[in-house]
């Protein structure tokens, strides 16, 4: 998996770095270079990685690498269902942002490291943590939140109310077109460039997918709480699963805003995946719900290369 996202040649964004890579080899200052946004320590990389070698190659390998391994040890670590968790993350989220978004994959990876973080009490390390993802990608400093939400047990119902509540804003006035009616400032810029273009169209809401996918997994986990909440780290991981669908669902008109932000509090989702086993009773039952959770996987596997979700970024 490593070496696919290193070597992969072609994807949305991989052009942009490509050039970025070459234009920084070149000496010209990060800050000049509006291809990609200004993130220091994706620029000082860039730099460090062009001493090394000038074939930007280096660049997608050194990404490639560290995200899925840092990825990879978390899942070790988390759950009992390793190859549960690395199946859910192969099928969506190591395509979406390991072959695509390099900054965000490595950002995210950061990110669910910090969770142990959380879970063993180390506030400082969860934040020295937090500040070097977002200096690879902006967006991931939105996670510092994660922390107070871990040590909380919300309670099923005030869930559910939080939820409902959601949908019904989001039906009545979302919050990107209130965003979309702001005048210009310069601190918003990074996110207003995108009002006119594809990025900022809206994703749907009872039509999208992804919103309709993390619904039903938040719904399967507050009927078997009692169960999953003693497993370590469901309280973490479903309470940032929970931000993420609230914040799609809020900002369901603005996709770009919508997916950013909740791909940093959805990283949560394939520990949750790989925690279903447990609702069911130790022996035959488990493993049998264990199968047929790899099976979904190879489900959403082939629909994405049915559909063409893939083309373009991996070659098969």
């Not at 939820?163 to 989001?170: H, M």
Request: proline residues 3%; glycine residues 6%; positive net charge.
């Amino acid at each position: 998996m490593a070496g696919i996202a290193g070597f992969r040649i072609d994807s949305p964004d991989y052009e942009n770095y490509y050039l970025y890579f070459n234009m920084l080899s070149k000496g010209i200052d990060y800050r000049q270079i509006n291809i990609v946004a200004p993130d220091p320590a994706f620029a000082l990389l860039n730099i460090c990685l062009s001493r090394l070698s000038t074939n930007p190659l280096i660049l997608f390998l050194f990404f490639g690498i560290t995200s899925v391994l840092i990825n990879a040890f978390c899942f070790k670590k988390y759950v009992k269902y390793f190859m549960i968790s690395m199946l859910f993350y192969l099928v969506h989220t190591y395509v979406a942002r390991e072959l695509m978004q390099i900054r965000a994959g490595l950002a995210c990876a950061l990110c669910l490291f910090s969770l142990r973080y959380i879970v063993n009490k180390c506030p400082w390390r969860f934040l020295i943590t937090i500040i070097l993802a977002s200096s690879f990608h902006l967006g991931a400093v939105v996670f510092l939140i994660a922390y107070p939400l871990g040590q909380y047990k919300f309670n099923s119902k005030k869930v559910a109310i939080a939820i409902i509540c959601a949908l019904i804003i989001s039906s009545i006035f979302p919050l990107g077109a209130f965003f979309k009616s702001l005048p210009s400032y310069a601190f918003l810029n990074r996110i207003q460039y995108y009002n006119d273009t594809e990025y900022g169209q809206s994703s749907g809401l009872f039509t999208n997918v992804v919103i309709i996918k993390e619904l039903l997994i938040i719904i399967v986990c507050l009927a078997y709480r009692r169960v999953l909440e003693n497993i370590p780290y469901f309280n973490v991981s479903f309470n940032t699963y929970v931000v993420s669908l609230i914040w799609l669902i809020l900002w369901n008109d603005f996709s770009i805003v919508a997916s950013r932000i909740a791909t940093f509090y959805s990283i949560g989702e394939v520990l949750l995946m790989a925690m279903l086993p447990f609702i069911t009773k130790s022996g035959g039952s488990r493993n049998i719900l264990a199968v047929l959770l790899i099976l979904l996987a190879g489900v959403i596997m082939f629909m994405n290369i049915y559909t063409g979700k893939w083309d373009g970024v991996v070659i098969i």
